[in-house]
């Protein structure tokens, strides 16, 4: 485990040292393109909920809250599993992929996490801005608790998408051509979690994955309506 | 002609190599519009009018947006951009006896009508399942000008990406570009509201741009939205657009191969 901990550590230096060699060009980018779609993400929401007053009971603060928490959540995610996963279809089209398996350390361990995707944890930053923001603009009340068990859910969440994507993954060993799944995977999990979820299970469809029930679970904690979590 | 359907053809062949990748792609374009049709089944009751919507009308427009993105909506610009300008591919493109324009045009038509077919197919459950009445337009005038909208809609989509794409010839990295267009895309062109349900600065910023001429003017058309004279209105004012999209293409390509240059041995 001390072993895995100190590589990962290593990971992280080496994906920052990367990060930094062009950090103008990187920082630009980063803050623009995860910039961009996080106030996307959030305004969306705002402009969906312009003309009602609530969905379903959600009012629109503790909706746009979802979607802040959503970007923060989806932050962590990508700068943990996000590259190396975009990665993968490559390594089984163009056979690298034994250097992976021949390395002497876990595979899933080190194809999962070989790499940090840095840029997104502007994503997180933006979202917890943003979800201050929000909190503090629609005055939603948050109990001390509550935000125990949100970071306990969104930990949850993040192995839950994890196993969500390795899983989708492995289809790319058969058909290493379908690169995009990865794409597919986020505009489904966004598109779910990030607040429409109330009124897709209201409209009584299969669309509960686990990961998005999780995901919408950790978003509603600190607003105290996870009463049953 | 022959020679046209001849490409035509060979680029067919490629589409439908990777059948299971195309499908994946027209799946990320259908999940959008499929949540947000499910979102406002959920807000609107049946009387309900929310500025000239019914739940019958918003309805079909967000069925026939998943039709409309799949069939209208190219993404040449990767191609150019990425493949063509960036890795120089373009050198063999600039040796082949026809357009560079047309090539890319009869290139990426065999996408648009296989993500096209995708889209009709997975309309059929939606509408079976969530018992969505299709509301079109009664009028044959307004569904003849409505074709007309669709059909310059795809030229003008066309024409919008390739001028995006030939950005490549003097930015270093367009990703951050294409990123920018794509939220413009989604908040301008009808993609995660119709137009007139965004706030009034935003219609009015969209009227300046090409994006909801590229996708919410021929789907409201199709709805019967708008009249004779107003649809009349909309297709000169695509018109213009593609003289502009055009100029601006002719100007970007003269001079963005002045920039470019191939080597090999």
Not at chain 1, 91 to 99: A, E, M, R, T, W
Request: proline share 3%; charged share 10%.
């Amino acid at each position: 485990m001390k072993r895995y901990l100190k590589l990962y550590l290593a990971i992280l230096k080496i994906s920052l040292d990367r990060f930094m060699a062009y950090r103008l060009d990187a920082f630009i980018n980063a803050v623009f393109s995860s910039g961009i779609w996080t106030f996307f993400n959030v305004f969306s929401m705002y402009l969906v909920t312009l003309r009602v007053d609530s969905v379903f009971g959600w009012k629109t603060g503790e909706l746009i809250l979802i979607s802040c928490i959503y970007n923060i959540v989806i932050g962590v995610f990508s700068l943990l599993f996000g590259r190396g996963f975009s990665e993968f279809s490559e390594l089984i089209d163009k056979g690298k992929f034994d250097l992976f398996l021949l390395r002497p350390i876990d595979s899933q361990f080190y194809v999962s996490l070989h790499t940090a995707y840095i840029n997104s944890l502007i994503r997180t930053i933006l979202g917890t801005i943003l979800a201050i923001i929000v909190i503090n603009a629609y005055h939603i009340p948050i109990a001390p608790l509550g935000i125990l068990f949100f970071i306990l859910g969104c930990i949850l969440a993040i192995l839950l998408l994890y196993s969500l994507l390795f899983f989708i993954n492995t289809f790319v060993i058969w058909a290493p051509r379908i690169d995009n799944v990865n794409e597919l995977f986020y505009t489904v999990t966004g598109q779910i979690s990030k607040g429409n979820i109330p009124t897709i299970t209201r409209n009584s469809l299969c669309l509960r994955l686990t990961v998005c029930h999780y995901h919408v679970r950790s978003d509603k904690t600190p607003l105290g309506k996870s009463d049953n979590l | 002609m022959s020679r046209f359907l001849r490409i035509f053809s060979l680029y067919s062949q490629h589409v439908f190599q990777y059948r299971a990748r195309n499908f994946i792609w027209f799946l990320i374009s259908f999940i959008n519009p499929l949540v947000l049709l499910l979102f406002w089944q959920g807000i609107l009751s049946k009387n309900s009018v929310l500025n000239g919507w019914t739940i019958e009308s918003i309805r079909t427009y967000y069925l026939f947006l998943i039709a409309g993105q799949a069939l209208l909506i190219h993404h040449v610009e990767l191609t150019v951009g990425f493949l063509d300008i960036k890795q120089g591919e373009l050198v063999r493109e600039l040796l082949k006896p026809t357009s560079y324009m047309r090539t890319r045009f009869i290139a990426e038509t065999p996408w648009r009508l296989l993500q096209g077919f995708y889209a009709f197919v997975s309309m059929i459950p939606i509408v079976y399942f969530l018992d969505v009445s299709v509301h079109i337009s009664t009028n044959t005038a307004v569904i003849l000008l409505a074709i007309l909208t669709a059909l310059n809609a795809f030229i003008i989509s066309f024409l919008f990406k390739m001028v995006l794409g030939f950005t490549a010839f003097w930015l270093t990295n367009i990703d951050s570009l294409l990123e920018a267009n794509d939220v413009l895309m989604f908040s301008l062109s009808g993609i995660l509201l119709p137009l007139n349900l965004l706030p009034s600065w935003m219609q009015t910023l969209a009227q300046f741009t090409p994006y909801p001429y590229m996708l919410y003017y021929p789907i409201s058309a199709f709805i019967g939205i708008y009249n004779t004279t107003e649809l009349i209105q909309i297709i000169f004012a695509q018109f213009g657009i593609m003289a502009v999209l055009l100029l601006i293409y002719k100007l970007m390509w003269h001079q963005g191969l002045k920039k470019f240059s191939g080597v090999g041995q």
